[in-house]
């Protein structure tokens, strides 16, 4: 039997997940296929920074990942019989236009689940023990052909299945980049006795290898890596394991739930688009582990893509999707180079070698800008703090429905619009916007004590001051959080002008 959904995606882990969770609030048909019997049982990718938390607050997810996460603790480097406290990752203060400025340590396997859990309240089954073998598509689908045997016609297919992906390979993606097969790490997650859950442990070198093991929040258990030598072929068996890891660092390894052998690899799909197919996450780029980069990249991945899916199926220009590969690729260029780099210094084998994994403000992806792109022109308006294509930032303000910050009128699949000053205020009543695909949210910012729908109480002129208002001026925000356009004049041949390509 074949199915007329809009999206078929490829691949339930965090990238996956994300963009069926944004679908599914767009009101879309979807699918989500797995080809693994059940959800992600391990740690692996540990670290959820900043901007991929200000996703989780918008998904309506963020209080769970809070709970189950926690602050990642000091390094403790462990040189023979010495053990130096050292800080890896810096810890920040919220500020009114960052309101999460730290990393969460939030094992991978607690990540999917949240996810699953916001799937399974949109009332979605995830299809595991099922996979995509292959597809046909034309000018008006896909036809794809699931293991099970099932022909499903969709609108798009998007293949979120991982760096060995098979949708990429389907399309005859090539997937540039190195692995060095001699590189190899160990990630095993399990309980060690007597070892202090209060320090990130590190040994550099402890007989020709390196060996970390970092506490994961809520549990007895760690996250422990070891690298491998050139030549070394490990065992897995958990017998094995734990001896290794006696001999290594003198403690008593017990209780592993998960193990897995890593190989970095530094790869990135030529092309994002290819037609109808699309890929996201691992299976358009993977990276070192290094920075924790790797997860957080494919989920801002699927915040991208799933608002421009949602308005083109509505009924956007088709050309909205080639926005996607042209925003989202060189982010993750940049991305690969930065995680390269880290990694690098690893091969270091003297205390200097820590410097690499200092980590600051670049990994945290706030700064990210999609500024003199497609959907982003350089010869736009732009405010004192802002240019189009850069993050829409918090501010403190008062809003409908209790809002206390700016954030929470953006929570949702919307559009939102910002008026500043008295001649911007009076021209949101020319605007007409269709009532397919994304609503668009309009408000005056004022300073007065109005009780009104449509107004926001900036009377501390906090987020007019985060913004960089000096004049009057329209501020669109994108469904992702980014800033869409600027206006300061003629403000409806403007407006026009830029919401023409997402509607």
């Not at 939030?106 to 999917?112: E, I, K």
């Amino acid at each position: 039997m074949i199915y007329n959904i809009d999206v078929l995606i490829a691949g339930a882990g965090p990238t996956g997940s994300t963009l069926a969770a944004d679908l599914l609030r767009r009101g879309l048909r979807i699918r989500l296929v797995d080809k693994s019997p059940h959800a992600f049982k391990g740690s692996r990718a540990k670290g959820v920074q900043p901007r991929t938390l200000e996703v989780f607050k918008d998904l309506g997810i963020l209080d769970e990942a809070l709970t189950e996460g926690g602050p990642y603790p000091l390094a403790g480097i462990h040189l023979g019989p010495i053990t130096l406290p050292w800080r890896m990752i810096k810890s920040n203060k919220p500020t009114p236009s960052i309101p999460y400025p730290n990393t969460l340590l939030l094992p991978q396997l607690r990540t999917d689940a949240i996810l699953h859990r916001l799937i399974d309240r949109f009332g979605q089954r995830i299809e595991f023990n099922t996979a995509v073998e292959g597809f046909e598509q034309d000018v008006d689908g896909v036809t794809v052909t699931l293991s099970s045997g099932e022909k499903v016609r969709c609108r798009y297919l998007v293949g979120a299945d991982g760096g060995s992906s098979a949708v990429r390979k389907a399309a005859g993606i090539g997937f540039v980049g190195d692995t060095d097969d001699s590189d190899k790490w160990l990630i095993i997650d399990g309980t060690i006795d007597k070892l202090s859950r209060n320090r990130w442990h590190m040994w550099p070198r402890t007989h020709g290898k390196q060996v970390a093991a970092c506490p994961l929040p809520h549990s007895n258990q760690f996250q422990i890596m070891i690298r491998l030598k050139p030549e070394e072929n490990p065992n897995l068996d958990e017998a094995a394991l734990v001896e290794q890891f006696y001999i290594l660092t003198g403690f008593r390894l017990h209780s592993i739930t998960w193990s897995s052998i890593f190989r970095p690899n530094i790869r990135l799909a030529k092309n994002y688009r290819m037609g109808r197919v699309f890929l996201a996450g691992d299976a358009a780029h993977v990276h070192t582990p290094a920075g924790g980069q790797g997860l957080n990249t494919g989920i801002q991945d699927a915040y991208n893509l799933g608002w421009k899916l949602g308005q083109v199926i509505s009924g956007a220009p088709e050309s909205l999707l080639d926005t996607y590969e042209a925003e989202r690729q060189p982010i993750a260029a940049g991305v690969l180079g930065k995680t390269t780099e880290l990694y690098a210094g690893l091969d270091k084998r003297s205390l200097s070698s820590l410097s690499s994994l200092k980590r600051g403000d670049e990994e945290r992806q706030l700064g990210i800008s999609y500024y003199a792109g497609l959907l982003a022109p350089a010869d736009t308006p732009s405010t004192k703090t802002l240019r189009v294509g850069d993050r829409a930032p918090d501010a403190p303000c008062t809003g409908p429905g209790g809002a206390r910050r700016i954030f929470d009128i953006y929570q949702g699949p919307h559009f939102t619009l910002l008026a500043f000053g008295a001649n911007a205020a009076k021209s949101l009543l020319q605007i007409k916007w269709p009532t397919n695909g994304a609503e668009l949210r309009s408000y005056i910012v004022g300073a007065k004590q109005v009780s009104d729908e449509n107004y926001i109480n900036d009377a501390a002129s906090n987020l007019a001051s985060i913004y960089g208002i000096t004049d009057d001026t329209w501020v669109l925000i994108r469904p992702d959080g980014y800033i869409g356009s600027i206006i300061k004049n003629d403000w409806m041949r403007n407006f026009s002008n830029v919401t023409k390509f997402f509607y």
